[in-house]
RNA sequence: GGCGCCGUGGCCAAGUGGACUAAGGCAGUGGAUUGCAAAUCCACCAUUCGUGGGUUCGAAUCCCACCGGCGCCUCCA
């Protein structure tokens, strides 16, 4: 089965070509810096993280973009508001930006290219469509002339005409066209400004993505992704821009990702909001609620402080990315709660042959999968059965909340082959091999979804105390035991658990850990 | 008003014309295991996919209507 994937220029699901055979470029929109990221913002960078890694685990020569806005209306605005100045502004929150991918796990991205860092490939742009009839410089500014493009609208399927019925497109200033979008903006007195062939200005918001796009992976993008929120206008906008321009097709395949949604019942990770103060402070609050506030988190970090990171991207990459997903505290402890059984067959697989499934060589290509032709034929068939499901699923338009499904069955699957062949008593090579070939196909795959890719840090690392005396107090009840005195061994595993300690009587031993 | 999305078991969620007599998770029930537990395994848990029509040999999947939820249409990822 080849790749297919929804592409929202055709509303269809296509098989995936990308112009070079062996080679894609992918671009993400980036943030505009102006704020600490809330959850929403690691939505697309989680996904298109993962899309990477499995395009180049499908064999693909991958080059991964995503912009930093770094200079934007927003940007002037909140840095006057905080008393900063826009660069300032702007490096602390890229800043806080990287660190939240890094948390997050995303970690393929080749290159964050700066808006301030290509004012001249924008000039050179907005110059060639003046030059060419699809741009107008007026009074400083310069505009888009949406009615000399005559697919405008191709992408949101909207037409010029209808979007002027909707009334809320100021038709009061001079450009041509209502609809027509800044491509150059007339500096004010005090703003960051960049020279140009009209005068002091900076660029409008939807040309950085096709300059910097153009610059680092040329002409005609692969993959351009974004939130649904961004088809319009800026998706198409920057496309509109682009084949103005160049005369060729902008992207391949447009993948937008569905929006972070406010559960009814969520709101318990962000911070309160004041909700006082007249109409205009409620509507900024309204506002802030729907990016940030009670959609979940305020930060974040505030998230993280909750949540470990791990759980936040597995419950990301549950829900198919074109859905909405819908956010809460509840949701996430849910996600949470499921993953322990994965961690907890990971510790098995350590107790049972010595090696951390952390360490275990996994293969990072599809075509370098992991062998399975050998012993025993009924365990390593249904591996392979699970490991063509899984690869069905992210072939099918990157499903990863299906693909998480054969994660699960393959948990079963493993667990039943430990609990079949004895492995926590009786150790066999022959079988810890081959569990070891399971182990590490998990591994392999799961990888392609970026989680447990590293053992989770314990919160609070015990010392050596903790160890020693739970060892004297496991020892003591393991000799209450043999005396059969259940009164006394229950007495101690009671008084643990109230301790939120959870002892695990097993065959060889009794292990503990904290709940 | 325009463009568009969604509605699958108690909750989350995959599946979008035939292998669906609908994955998987959480919760729950019964059994195996255990001194009893925990963990693990096995079994059960939607004759049904918002409602009503229609198309089709065949629909959760396509069409129409309706009900309900939501997004965008002003520089939100």
């Known amino acids: 089965m080849a790749l297919r994937v929804y592409n929202t220029l055709t509303r269809e699901k296509e098989d995936f070509k990308p112009v070079n055979p062996d080679k894609v470029n992918m671009y993400l929109c980036g943030p505009t810096v102006y704020k600490p990221a809330h959850i929403g913002h690691m939505v697309g960078p989680v996904i298109f993280d993962t899309i990477k890694r499995f395009l180049v685990y499908s064999g693909y020569d991958v080059k991964f973009v995503i912009n930093i806005t770094d200079i934007d209306d927003k940007l002037i605005n909140k840095a006057n508001e905080l008393g900063t100045t826009v660069e300032k502004l702007a490096k602390e929150m890229t800043e806080d930006y990287f660190e939240n991918l890094a948390t997050m796990g995303v970690d393929s991205v080749d290159l964050f290219p700066y808006a301030t860092d290509h004012i001249q490939d924008m000039l050179d742009m907005i110059s060639t469509l003046v030059k060419n009839g699809h741009a107008y410089p007026l009074d400083g500014d310069v505009y888009f002339a949406v009615e000399e493009d005559d697919d405008y609208g191709k992408l949101s399927r909207r037409n010029i005409d209808e979007m002027m019925a909707g009334t809320r497109i100021e038709t009061s200033d001079k450009k041509r066209n209502p609809a027509d979008f800044a491509l150059w903006k007339k500096s004010k007195p005090n703003e960051p400004a960049w020279d140009s062939p009209w005068g002091p200005g900076r660029p409008g918001w939807h040309i950085e993505c096709s300059a910097m796009s153009k610059k680092h992976l040329g002409e005609t993008l692969d993959i351009h992704g974004g939130g649904l929120d961004l ?8 496309l509109a821009q682009s084949e103005c321009c160049t005369g060729k097709p902008f992207t391949r395949y447009w993948l937008h990702n569905g929006l972070m949604q406010a559960g009814s019942s969520s709101g318990k990770v962000g911070g309160g909001h004041d909700r ?4 205009t402070e409620q509507k900024e609050a ?6 940030s506030g009670s959609k979940g988190a305020a930060s974040v ?12 991207r597995f419950f990301l990459l549950a829900t198919h990315y074109r859905s909405p997903i819908d956010f809460s505290d509840e949701r996430i402890q849910e996600t949470g709660k499921g993953l322990e059984r994965f961690y907890r067959l990971f510790e098995t697989y350590e107790r ?8 275990l060589k996994a293969s990072t290509t599809k075509a370098n999968s992991v062998d399975l032709s050998g012993e025993p034929k009924a365990f390593f068939a249904e591996l392979a059965q699970l490991r063509d499901r899984f690869w069905e699923a992210m072939e099918d338009d990157f499903n990863t909340g299906g693909a998480i499904g054969f994660l699960h069955d393959m ?22 091999d081959a569990l070891t070939t399971g182990m590490t196909l998990f591994k392999e795959l799961s990888n392609i979804l970026g989680v447990f890719t590293k053992p989770i840090e314990e919160e609070g690392a015990d010392d050596g105390l903790a160890n020693d005396l739970m060892e004297l107090i496991i020892a003591l009840r393991a ?15 009671d008084g643990l658990n109230a301790l939120n300690i959870v002892l695990e009587d097993r065959p060889e031993k009794t292990s503990w850990k904290r709940g």
């Open 276 to 279: 006082h103060g007249d109409l």
């Open 301 to 312: 970090k505030h998230l993280f402080e909750v949540h470990h990171p791990e759980t936040v």
């Open 286 to 291: 309204q506002e802030a609620d729907k990016l």
């Open 479 to 493: 000799n209450a035991r043999k005396e059969k005195q259940w009164a006394i061994a229950d007495q101690i595993r």
């Open 352 to 359: 049972v042959s010595g090696n951390s499934f952390y360490d």
């Open 231 to 238: 088809m319009f206008p800026h998706h198409e906008n920057e």
């Open 411 to 432: 948990i079963r699957l493993l667990n039943g082959f430990i609990a079949e062949q004895k492995l926590e008593s009786e150790k066999t090579a022959a079988a810890i």
